[in-house]
């Protein structure tokens, strides 16, 4: 589907699927980052605070239903696009929730200027629902996620550690099984004697990206 057909026309669903495809390539190529050393931990911690943001929505989505709802009764007969239908009722309430409230345009105005292409045919509970919305969904609950995700932070570290260390053993395990013996028996020593106080590294420049980019056992960070 992402590629043109064979008639030389591009058609509606080629571009969808092109969009949703770019999508997730850049976000498998992120999920593939987290098994590096430098650079992995930090999108572990995301998928974490990821994990416990779409909990936190799931349980407070009947919040967004209700407010969702509740405007869109008291507003698609005012001439709002943003709330003529329950879908697009939703979204705009999600977009409020990050601080989009078009207050002026959408409420003000239209109160004192009913003969506009806009009007607010309820304007008491339509007031006192978005008072109510402004209290709970901004100021509250947006609180709540920003808590959540910086109070947990520290353990969230913790176990991004331990599991980027056990994607790293998966990842190393299946290498090995990939490769040719004869380069398996090059690089497996049963015994490797270091001096440390010569300058010169034994194992090169290879052992130095390695020990850099993916988990050095001897590193304080893994203690």
Same mark, same amino acid.
């Given at each position: 589907?992402?590629?043109?057909?064979?008639?030389?026309?591009?058609?509606?669903? +080629?571009?969808?699927?092109?969009?949703?495809?770019?999508?997730?390539?850049?976000?498998?190529?992120?999920?593939?980052?987290?098994?590096?050393?430098?650079?992995?931990?930090?999108?572990?911690?995301?998928?974490?605070?990821?994990?416990?943001?779409? $909990?936190?929505?799931?349980?407070?989505?009947?919040?967004?239903?209700?407010?969702?709802?509740?405007?869109?009764?008291?507003?698609?007969?005012?001439?709002?696009?943003?709330?003529?239908?329950?879908?697009?009722?939703?979204?705009?309430?999600?977009?409020?929730?990050?601080?989009?409230?078009?207050?002026?345009?959408?409420?003000? +105005?239209? /109160?004192?200027?009913?003969?506009?292409?806009?009007?607010?045919?309820?304007?008491?509970?339509?007031?006192?629902?978005?008072?109510?919305?402004?209290?709970?969904?901004?100021?509250?609950?947006?609180?709540?996620?920003?808590?959540?995700?910086?109070?947990?932070?520290?353990?969230?570290?913790?176990?991004?550690?331990?599991?980027?260390?056990?994607? +790293?053993?998966?990842?190393?395990?299946?290498?090995?099984?990939?490769?040719?013996?004869?380069?398996?028996?090059?690089?497996?020593?049963?015994?490797?004697?270091? /001096?440390?106080?010569?300058?010169?590294?034994?194992?090169?420049?290879?052992?130095?990206?390695?020990? $850099?980019?993916?988990?050095?056992?001897?590193?304080?960070?893994?203690?």
């Amino acid at each position: 589907m992402v590629l043109p057909s064979l008639d030389g026309q591009i058609h509606d669903i +080629q571009f969808t699927a092109s969009s949703i495809t770019v999508f997730l390539a850049w976000f498998e190529l992120l999920l593939l980052l987290q098994r590096f050393d430098q650079v992995g931990i930090y999108v572990v911690m995301f998928l974490e605070i990821l994990q416990t943001l779409i $909990k936190v929505l799931m349980l407070f989505s009947m919040l967004i239903i209700a407010f969702g709802l509740s405007l869109h009764i008291l507003l698609s007969k005012g001439n709002h696009l943003s709330f003529r239908t329950v879908p697009m009722s939703l979204m705009r309430i999600f977009a409020m929730m990050l601080g989009e409230l078009d207050f002026v345009g959408t409420y003000v +105005q239209p /109160y004192y200027k009913p003969e506009s292409d806009r009007s607010l045919p309820f304007p008491a509970p339509t007031f006192i629902i978005l008072g109510l919305f402004m209290v709970l969904m901004p100021i509250l609950l947006m609180n709540l996620l920003i808590g959540l995700a910086v109070g947990d932070i520290e353990s969230v570290r913790r176990n991004a550690q331990l599991k980027r260390l056990a994607m +790293q053993v998966v990842l190393h395990t299946e290498l090995e099984r990939k490769l040719p013996t004869f380069i398996l028996e090059k690089v497996d020593k049963n015994e490797l004697i270091e /001096y440390p106080n010569n300058k010169k590294c034994k194992l090169g420049f290879f052992d130095f990206i390695v020990r $850099k980019w993916f988990c050095n056992p001897f590193s304080e960070e893994s203690k």
